[in-house]
């Protein structure tokens, strides 16, 4: 504690440049920390958009990933209620959602264009949450009138191109399993913004016993598993895989090529941007210590002259920049902190990233261990930057220390 009081008292004695490097550190550990937070809640939003899209599990017929159609659901999923029912009995699943894929042409009578459609389960839309944003009229309802048309939701661009409003009736026309054309008329329900313009030109929903109708068949395309946790994917792909060994199973994550490219260039961009200001603290810390040492060789010199030993002068410093960097770290933690409770309270929006249509919340975690990683790393570099350049001046003569001008 000795030694700590004098390192403070030495610190306090240069008030004005301690007041630099520890601003520096302060500004260089909430850059890390604001990028790093901002980081990690794009990783988990891209995940949680990946998983919501196709589900965290899918399971399909066993040639369905690696090999194409030569026919409509020549690889469906037969007796998918029977693998839904056994997959519900586990806790960590949230939804079993089988899924139709199909295609054809959709026209209002004057105007006909492609459409590529999905027959889904009414659970589809409370699972997406706000990953599917509907902008006129509502979700498919489970309730379906006798003899009423079959409802669909449509993509903002789709309902562009047919000028479709909801209410609207358009027909639609595919092929059925056995290779015939089967055309029904539909009525527009909700049309939708799926944040990539591109597949709302041409995606349509459906509810799945009904597109099953429109192909004659009673297949799925594939089946969709929910959890309650993202974190619990491996585990419950690798008990899947043991209990449904004659099915094909795919991950959330291996179907996320967006999220790992992404997660790819920030890993690159943010951590050359922690490098860099990980290099400026070293640099403002050594300049600090190497001013206070030169200004100090005569008090070091003093020092020795009393018996003072060169690791104990070491220690000195060493102490001092422990000193200014947990200052540095205290201060820069809590700008950090505070720059996050900011954005969670202004709900402020980021625009549209490329290719997509919507814009997003910004975000910045207050992410534990990337704190104490930031907090680790820059106290590290203080003390290798104190020791480096005290040891030098440390071992000087003493004589020579004394006569220093």
Do not use: C
Request: charge should be positive; hydrophobic fraction near 45%.
């Amino acid at each position: 504690m000795k030694w700590l009081r004098f390192a403070i008292r030495n610190v306090w004695r240069n008030k004005r440049r301690a007041a630099v490097t520890v601003i520096i550190t302060a500004v260089g550990v909430a850059g890390i920390l604001v990028a790093g937070g901002f980081a990690f809640y794009t990783y988990d939003s891209l995940k949680e958009m990946a998983a919501r899209d196709n589900g965290h599990i899918v399971l399909a017929h066993h040639d369905y990933f690696d090999k194409q159609e030569e026919k409509p659901l020549e690889f469906g999923l037969q007796d998918y209620a029977r693998y839904r029912k056994a997959l519900l009995r586990n806790d960590k699943v949230r939804a079993v959602l089988p899924k139709l894929e199909f295609s054809g042409l959709i026209s209002n009578g004057d105007k006909s264009t492609v459409f590529v459609g999905k027959g889904v389960a009414q659970g589809e839309f409370r699972v997406k949450g706000p990953f599917l944003k509907i902008r006129q009229g509502h979700a498919l309802s489970s309730r379906h009138e006798e003899g009423a048309d079959p409802q669909i939701m449509i993509g903002e661009g789709l309902a562009k191109a047919l000028n479709a409003r909801p209410g609207d009736s358009l027909t639609l026309l595919s092929n059925t399993v056995e290779g015939s054309l089967n055309a029904v008329d539909v009525v527009v329900q909700g049309v939708f913004n799926s944040g990539v313009p591109e597949i709302d030109k041409r995606l349509m929903l459906m509810n799945i016993q009904q597109a099953q109708a429109l192909l004659q068949t009673d297949k799925a395309s594939s089946l969709s598993v929910y959890l309650y946790d993202t974190a619990d994917t491996e585990e419950m792909a690798a008990r899947v895989r043991q209990q449904f060994p004659a099915l094909a199973l795919q991950t959330w994550r291996d179907s996320a090529f967006y999220y790992e490219a992404v997660r790819g260039l920030y890993n690159r961009i943010f951590g050359l941007l922690g490098v860099v200001i990980l290099l400026m603290v070293l640099f403002a810390v050594t300049n600090t210590l190497s001013m206070t040492v030169v200004e100090r060789t005569r008090e070091i010199g003093a020092l020795r002259a009393m018996g003072t030993q060169p690791p104990e002068i070491v220690r000195n410093f060493v102490l001092e920049a422990l000193v200014m960097g947990i200052a540095g770290i205290i201060i820069g933690m809590a700008i950090a902190a505070s720059v996050s409770l900011f954005f969670y309270m202004t709900d402020f929006q980021m625009p549209p990233p490329p290719a997509r249509s919507q814009g997003y919340p910004l975000v910045v975690y207050v992410h534990p261990p990337l704190y104490l990683l930031t907090a680790f790393s820059v106290l590290a570099m203080s003390l290798a930057a104190a020791w480096f350049v005290a040891r030098k001046s440390a071992r000087k003569p003493i004589v020579e220390a004394l006569a220093h001008v």
